[in-house]
């Protein structure tokens, strides 16, 4: 089983660029389509992207272009790049991983993904 554990997170101007870091401590990554999703404050969960085996990915269309996920199999680890940062990307950010599922899908099938981090914080200030 793969735990998943998120790094990077802070607090950032308008404007900037942050990026998180996914790792495991238990299994290889490489096993895994990997994603991130994330909730703002009084709202719902939200899917921001992922990244398959193949390095293919497949991003929310609101996020295309300031958003990029990638994946080093070596250091076993998976970013979430964030440029020109609003303060309504305001959100804890959870990292994701499924052995079988990617894509388009796990914006329906979020609940049943098989592991997920316990999230971190990344404040967006105005």
């Known amino acids: 089983q793969v735990q998943l554990v998120e790094s990077g997170g802070g607090l950032v101007q308008a404007g900037g660029s942050l990026r998180l870091s996914c790792t495991s401590s238990?299994?290889?990554?490489?096993?895994?389509?990997m994603g991130w999703f994330r909730q703002a404050p009084g709202k719902e969960r939200e899917f921001v992207g992922c990244?398959?085996?193949?390095?293919?990915?497949y991003y929310a269309d609101s996020l295309k272009g300031r958003f990029t996920i990638s994946r080093d199999n070596v250091n076993n680890t998976v970013y979430l790049e964030m440029n020109f940062l609003k303060p309504e990307d305001t959100a804890v950010y959870y990292c994701?991983?499924?052995?079988?599922?990617?894509?388009?899908?796990?914006?329906?099938?979020?609940?049943?993904?098989?592991?997920w981090g316990q999230g971190i914080l990344v404040t967006v200030s105005s």
């Open positions: 990244i398959n085996w193949t390095i293919a990915t």
């Open positions: 238990g299994d290889s990554l490489s096993d895994y389509h």
């Open positions: 994701a991983a499924d052995r079988s599922r990617w894509g388009r899908v796990w914006i329906f099938e979020s609940s049943s993904l098989d592991a």
